[in-house]
């Protein structure tokens, strides 16, 4: 992740100081927040994510480099977390502001496609991220320094946790 992604995240355009920033959390916090929102355990984890990337930065102000392509990554997320937690036997991974799909996603790769994640073949999952992401590094990355670089959180969407319940 990197600053201007992070603070697309949180909805941040311009010179962003310390206050703002908490400020930008805390109404984050609030709209994802799991007891409200239903896809808030997924977006806290990304918006965790970003909040303490710009806070351990340790800057009296941060500024968005790349204001023409600003947006709010975390609604766009949001929608894609929804559709994902509807579709049966499919696992999200969360990795920095980027997500993973696992499990089931065969039956769903037409709707997975549609919400404009890509396949890895490599890796054998879907993804979806920033828009402005634009790799440095083409080299293939595994999952594994994937996770150990931006931590890692697996969520099973809802229907797949009833799934295990009942069997």
């Known amino acids: 992740m990197n600053i201007n992604q992070a603070l697309n995240v949180l909805n941040l355009k311009g010179t962003v100081s310390k206050e703002e920033l908490a400020k930008a959390y805390k109404k984050m ?16 984890k990304v918006i965790n994510s970003a909040y303490e990337f710009l806070k351990g930065l340790n800057l009296e102000e941060i500024k968005h480099t790349d204001e023409k392509n600003a947006y709010d990554y975390s609604e766009d997320l949001e929608k894609v977390i929804s559709e994902i937690l509807k ?8 990795c920095g502001n980027w997500i993973w799909l696992s499990g089931n996603t ?12 890509y396949w890895a073949s490599q890796k054998k999952k879907w993804y979806y991220r920033p828009a402005e992401y634009k790799s440095l590094n083409r080299g293939s990355w595994n999952m594994d320094a994937i996770r150990e670089k ?3 959180s697996i969520v099973k969407g809802k229907n797949s946790q009833e799934l295990e319940m009942k069997a």
Do not use: F, W
């Open 29 to 44: 916090a609030i709209k994802y927040h799991p007891d409200r929102n239903p896809t808030g355990v997924e977006m806290m």
């Open 87 to 94: 579709m049966q036997g499919v696992e999200i991974e969360v």
């Open 106 to 117: 065969k039956d769903y790769k037409d709707q997975i496609k549609s919400l404009g994640c």
């Open 150 to 152: 931006y931590g890692s």
